[in-house]
């Protein structure tokens, strides 16, 4: 189990975009991740015409390191660290180091 999973509230923590929070789209190679609305790049894109693609200036997003990355937690409005436990009933989930709190409730 990952302690960042796609769908999750995040902060970036460092670089150009610290203090933006963005919901993950994809994790990529388990190191880096995607986040909506968050390293956003122009891209100069080629037109081809045999796929009828125009050419021009994109803008896309970049891969964050997943370390520059914190969950949100919304009881301290900060990014917090989080931990993995097991449940009484058998369950694997991840809870907020600060406040205890589980963060899904499967």
Same mark, same amino acid.
């Given at each position: 189990?990952? %302690?960042?999973?796609?769908? *999750? *509230?995040?902060?970036?923590?460092?670089?150009?975009? %610290?203090?933006?929070?963005?919901?993950?789209?994809?994790?990529?190679? $388990?190191?880096?991740?995607?986040?909506?609305?968050?390293?956003?790049?122009? %891209?100069?894109?080629?037109?081809? =015409?045999?796929?009828?693609?125009?050419?021009?200036?994109?803008? !896309?997003?970049? =891969?964050?390191?997943?370390?520059?990355?914190?969950?949100?937690?919304? $009881?301290?409005?900060?990014?917090?660290?989080?931990?993995?436990?097991?449940?009484?009933?058998?369950?694997?989930?991840?809870?907020? !180091?600060?406040?205890?709190?589980?963060? *899904?409730? *499967?």
């Amino acid at each position: 189990m990952n %302690k960042i999973i796609k769908g *999750d *509230d995040v902060i970036v923590l460092a670089g150009r975009d %610290k203090g933006k929070r963005g919901t993950v789209l994809r994790i990529l190679n $388990n190191r880096q991740v995607l986040v909506d609305s968050v390293n956003v790049v122009k %891209k100069h894109v080629r037109p081809n =015409p045999n796929k009828g693609e125009t050419g021009g200036i994109i803008q !896309k997003e970049m =891969p964050v390191a997943m370390s520059n990355v914190a969950v949100y937690n919304p $009881n301290s409005n900060k990014g917090d660290r989080i931990g993995i436990k097991w449940l009484e009933d058998g369950r694997k989930v991840r809870f907020f !180091k600060s406040d205890g709190e589980v963060i *899904d409730q *499967d």
